[in-house]
């Protein structure tokens, strides 16, 4: 492994309107990382994420890719690199079958050019290489869940769908917006071997989550975000120790005591 | 139900349609092919013999041209804006700009209509997607405003600027050789249209135009530029009221700002709501009948709009799912009544 980032942030901010959503964030994701982003709601995780990956332009700061300079980049040109991303509202298009999601992104010029799809123009070949990753991800080819439309599939597969839209690509870099929101216990508990499945795989991944007991155990490094501002990183360890993030999840303890 | 027997109920059964027109089922026995074959036969045999059928009546052999010149701007409607995504008034606009491209190439350049309608059909496609590309960014309604600034906007630099022909418009153009041709272009380029679009969306291709529709920020974050397709979708949907427009212009023999009337914006949209949307067929069934209505209604005199309106408003409060869709989930369907 190089020590040469995978991804580095310097220094971005975005403010919407008076809002400083953020201020100065910078961070480093080195090839087979792990990296947990955490912090209370409206700490600016989101919206993190929206500017490493184009979706908002940042006031300030740069986003290093590869030791590409990809700041403010359209949307499709960062994932044409290699860096996708999840949504944490899933929007699938409901009335196709499963499988059938993954054609857009199986059709894009990075699934073409990376040869998992060979492109040889055979009927339905794209339908085959969906209906594989869609296997390798947890859905049961014999159940034949890969058919059914998704409009019927429960949450733990929708989540599932949309980090497949994002594997279709061949990427480096996954940036996961809370994929263990919504899900039941058992459902989790079958998410976080997929995500070190993936890890070995070689894809680097960066999670956004408020399921701190699951990340904890996936994420090497972690970030707290508040207010827009980096206040910890490190292991989950000196993470929870910090004075600032316990703060910043529980109040001080001041705070505290005045309401016992 | 007032019809309802004593002893009997009515048994609805579905037919497992994705059996019946997937795989090797649907070609195993003649009756499969029939019931696969005979909806399609029945509109391309339809339209195929529409004027042959018409040549004792030359007023609707006209009416037809009509017909399918909306059509043609009905389907380019439905596919923007059921598959796509972008809700295009810009109708009048294609129709108008397919119209002086035609006539420019005619009285300029002395090319025959043959040449011209293939050419101002691409001209004008390049032309309405060129114009249309700062708006793409636009979704829904706020498309739908701009889209309609540009037939107004067109018809009123014409005559200000009094180019071509400002307000008296190019006249005397060539007609087609005969009303046969004028009729067969038109029929047949409508079939193909209708062949290639409900071909494309179905293809891999149309998935990712659905996926622009359904949720753009996926097929972003996909590594697809969306710009690019809607691109190429406003150019398919302009194309083809170019082409009409200048198959309109030779028709008349003139090419003029009313060619720019909001008619050929409203009206494919009227179609697409009797029609059905999202089916392509549906608009073209609506614009039959819409262009049919609205001739018959012509001996009313001023009345003619009231009562068109009212039939419109039926449609959309009693049918609002459109003829081809509820003809299509019927035909799926059994119903007969059974003894208890």
Not at chain 1, 192 to 202: D, F
Not at chain 2, 77 to 86: E, Q, S
Not at chain 2, 275 to 289: R, Y
């Amino acid at each position: 492994m190089n020590n040469k980032p995978l991804l580095k942030v310097e220094n971005v901010s975005k403010a919407f309107g008076g809002v400083l959503a953020l201020s100065g964030v910078s961070l480093e994701v080195h090839h087979g990382d792990i990296l947990g982003i955490i912090g209370p709601n409206g700490s600016g995780k989101t919206t993190l994420v929206n500017a490493i990956t184009g979706f908002i332009r940042s006031d300030r700061g740069t986003v290093l890719f590869k030791d590409r300079n990809i700041t403010n980049w359209p949307p499709h040109k960062i994932a044409d690199l290699g860096l996708t991303r999840t949504f944490q509202v899933m929007r699938p298009y409901y009335s196709l079958p499963a499988f059938k999601n993954l054609i857009v992104p199986l059709f894009s010029g990075r699934a073409r050019r990376s040869g998992g799809w060979r492109g040889g123009g055979k009927l339905g070949s794209r339908d085959t290489v969906a209906i594989d990753i869609l296997e390798e991800i947890g859905f049961e080819r014999d159940s034949y869940v890969p058919y059914k439309p998704a409009s019927s599939l429960p949450t733990g597969y929708l989540k599932r769908l949309e980090l497949a839209r994002c594997l279709a690509l061949r990427p480096e870099l996954v940036i996961c917006d809370e994929v263990f929101s919504g899900l039941s216990m058992s459902e989790m508990a079958s998410m976080v071997p997929l995500m070190e499945k993936l890890r070995m795989e070689g894809i680097t991944l960066i999670m956004v989550e408020h399921r701190l007991r699951e990340l904890f155990r996936i994420a090497n490094r972690l970030i707290v975000l508040n207010f827009g501002l980096k206040i910890g990183e490190g292991t989950s360890e000196e993470v929870m120790d910090s004075k600032e993030v316990k703060e910043a999840y529980f109040g001080s303890e001041e705070e505290v005591f005045s309401y016992v | 139900m007032a019809n309802q027997k004593k002893d009997h109920r009515k048994e609805r059964l579905d037919r497992g349609i994705k059996v019946r027109t997937d795989g090797v089922y649907a070609i195993s026995h003649w009756t499969e092919m029939t019931y696969l074959l005979a909806p399609r036969a029945l509109l391309i045999g339809g339209l195929l013999a529409a004027p042959l059928i018409l040549s004792y009546f030359p007023y609707w052999q006209r009416v037809l041209s009509i017909i399918c010149i909306y059509a043609l701007l009905a389907i380019g409607f439905d596919f923007l804006a059921n598959y796509v995504g972008l809700v295009s008034l810009g109708g009048g606009f294609y129709v108008g700009v397919g119209a002086y491209c035609a006539a420019l190439l005619n009285s300029h350049l002395g090319l025959p209509p043959i040449v011209t309608v293939p050419l101002a059909t691409l001209i004008g496609g390049i032309i309405c997607t060129i114009l249309f590309l700062p708006c793409l960014p636009l979704r829904g309604v706020y498309f739908a405003i701009v889209s309609l600034m540009f037939p107004l906007l067109a018809a009123r630099i014409i005559e200000a600027l009094n180019i071509f022909g400002g307000t008296d418009g190019i006249m005397g153009l060539d007609g087609f050789s005969s009303g046969w041709v004028e009729q067969y272009v038109l029929v047949c380029a409508l079939l193909v249209s209708l062949f290639v679009l409900r071909r494309l969306v179905i293809e891999d291709v149309g998935l990712v135009f659905r996926g622009v529709k359904d949720n753009d920020q996926a097929v972003k974050a996909s590594a697809i530029n969306i710009t690019t397709y809607k691109g190429i979708a406003v150019f398919i949907s302009s194309a083809l009221g170019c082409l009409g427009g200048a198959t309109l212009a030779h028709i008349y023999n003139w090419a003029g700002l009313s060619q720019f009337g909001l008619d050929y914006s409203i009206i494919p949209i009227a179609a697409t709501v009797v029609g059905g949307g999202g089916t392509l067929v549906g608009p073209v069934i609506g614009c039959i009948l819409l262009v049919w209505l609205s001739e018959e209604l012509r001996d009313l005199g001023t009345l003619r709009i009231a009562v068109y309106a009212l039939v419109l408003t039926a449609f959309i409060v009693f049918k609002s799912e459109g003829i081809m869709n509820f003809a299509t989930r019927k035909y799926q369907q059994f119903e007969r009544w059974v003894h208890i």
